[in-house]
């Protein structure tokens, strides 16, 4: 079963029919997810939505139960994970409206519960992130986006900081001579914590705006019009993921 992760901006998908909201009980807290059909060519296909932030966006970044929601999930039959996160841009290059493919993450976070595998009765692993944004399921992705007409930046690079303060000047410019694409609050442990269980984990980055100092400070009307227009480019790809799934 396909699992939707949304973000900032992003808190109901319209094709997401006949859904039910749903608590699911973990072993590290409550997940609130809503569970539902999309029609697709083939027939209906199962989805799972859950969104990070809650529907009302009153969780922050650096306070969300990633390990409770990723657990859920896999609970509940997903086998693969499409994350959607609003970010902002580390490159002239990669303008607002940039729809981000990310292949790979730097972690400047702290204090998160980042693991399932804490010791003890919860035992002792070491996972492997080489290739923690499942190249197979990237290729799906990018094959979604091209169908659906909508352009990507393949390769990217996601920076996740801690939040929930936006970075400094000095951060961005480290930051981008590092590597990094973009930059966001939300990307990990999330994508840490869907490889520590099995399950294939993508992410689409959408930019609403470039990181400070790299352009003048940018308003809420204008991240909103981005963002709006970012989630009309999503919704698009979503529907030919669901029918490739």
């Given at each position: 079963?396909?699992?939707?992760?949304?973000?900032?901006?992003?808190?109901?998908?319209?094709?997401?029919?006949?859904?039910?909201?749903?608590?699911?009980?973990?072993?590290?807290?409550?997940?609130?997810?809503?569970?539902?059909?999309?029609?697709?060519?083939?027939?209906?296909?199962?989805?799972?939505?859950?969104?990070?932030?809650?529907?009302?966006?009153?969780?922050?970044?650096?306070?969300?139960?990633?390990?409770?929601?990723?657990?859920?999930?896999?609970?509940?039959?997903?086998?693969?994970?499409?994350?959607?996160?609003?970010?902002?841009?580390?490159?002239?290059?990669?303008?607002?409206?940039?729809?981000?493919?990310?292949?790979?993450?730097?972690?400047?976070?702290?204090?998160?519960?980042?693991?399932?595998?804490?010791?003890?009765?919860?035992?002792?692993?070491?996972?492997?992130?080489?290739?923690?944004?499942?190249?197979?399921?990237?290729?799906?992705?990018?094959?979604?986006?091209?169908?659906?007409?909508?352009?990507?930046?393949?390769?990217?690079?996601?920076?996740?900081?801690?939040?929930?303060?936006?970075?400094?000047?000095?951060?961005?410019?480290?930051?981008?001579?590092?590597?990094?694409?973009?930059?966001?609050?939300?990307?990990?442990?999330?994508?840490?914590?869907?490889?520590?269980?099995?399950l294939k984990y993508g992410s689409l980055a959408l930019v609403t705006n470039f990181c400070c100092g790299l352009a003048s400070a940018v308003s809420d009307?204008?991240?909103?019009?981005?963002?709006?227009?970012?989630?009309?480019?999503?919704?698009?790809?979503l529907l030919q993921l669901v029918c490739a799934y």
């Open positions: 079963m396909l699992g939707l992760i949304a973000g900032t901006g992003f808190y109901n998908w319209e094709a997401l029919e006949n859904q039910q909201e749903k608590q699911v009980y973990t072993p590290y807290g409550t997940a609130t997810v809503f569970v539902g059909e999309v029609a697709a060519p083939a027939g209906r296909k199962p989805v799972v939505f859950l969104p990070r932030h809650a529907k009302n966006h009153t969780i922050p970044p650096h306070k969300i139960n990633y390990r409770a929601n990723i657990w859920a999930l896999q609970s509940l039959g997903v086998d693969k994970i499409i994350a959607v996160n609003a970010v902002g841009s580390l490159l002239k290059e990669v303008p607002p409206g940039s729809i981000v493919l990310v292949d790979d993450f730097l972690d400047f976070t702290y204090g998160r519960e980042h693991t399932f595998f804490t010791g003890g009765e919860a035992g002792l692993q070491h996972t492997d992130m080489t290739n923690c944004y499942d190249r197979n399921w990237q290729e799906v992705i990018a094959a979604a986006a091209d169908k659906a007409g909508v352009p990507l930046v393949k390769d990217g690079i996601y920076v996740c900081v801690q939040g929930p303060r936006f970075e400094t000047r000095a951060e961005i410019r480290a930051y981008a001579k590092l590597g990094g694409t973009v930059s966001g609050m939300t990307g990990v442990p999330e994508v840490t914590l869907a490889n520590e269980l099995g009307d204008e991240v909103r019009a981005v963002m709006a227009q970012n989630t009309a480019q999503l919704a698009k790809i």
